[in-house]
Nanobody, 125 residues
């Protein structure tokens, strides 16, 4: 089992940047594929980005491709989401998620086993 704690959210102006962090507990972090999801008020939770266990493969939603970068540091049990060129429509609660083992990096909510509490990102226009 793994516990996830996000940090780094906040209020930023349009065009600004934020870096979200997700700290994972446990000694088997490298066995988990990791993902970031977001949920805006009144909307479904949606996929943002995912990274393979080794970090060699990354995936992004079309809406964030070219602006967001997911990365991980297995030695520190950390996964990051660098968000640049932020837009008001990026406003949401961002959560990290973990999926142990598996051959494919998950990109849907139902495929992930563990979730953090989330961190609020607000982009003002």
């Amino acid at each position: 089992q793994v516990q996830l704690v996000e940090s780094g959210g906040g209020l930023v102006q349009t065009g600004g940047s934020l870096r979200l962090s997700c700290a994972a507990s446990g000694r088997t972090f490298s066995s988990y594929a990791m993902g970031w999801f977001r949920q805006a008020p009144g909307k479904e939770r949606e996929f943002v980005a995912a990274i393979s266990r080794s970090g060699s493969s990354t995936y992004y939603a079309n809406s964030v491709k070219g602006r967001f970068t997911i990365s991980r540091d297995n030695a520190k049990n950390m996964v990051y989401l660098q968000m640049n060129s932020l837009k008001p429509e990026d406003t949401a609660v961002y959560s990290c998620a973990a999926k142990q083992w598996g051959m494919v990096v998950p990109r849907t909510v139902l495929e992930y086993d563990y979730w953090g509490q989330g961190t609020q990102v607000t982009v003002s226009s």
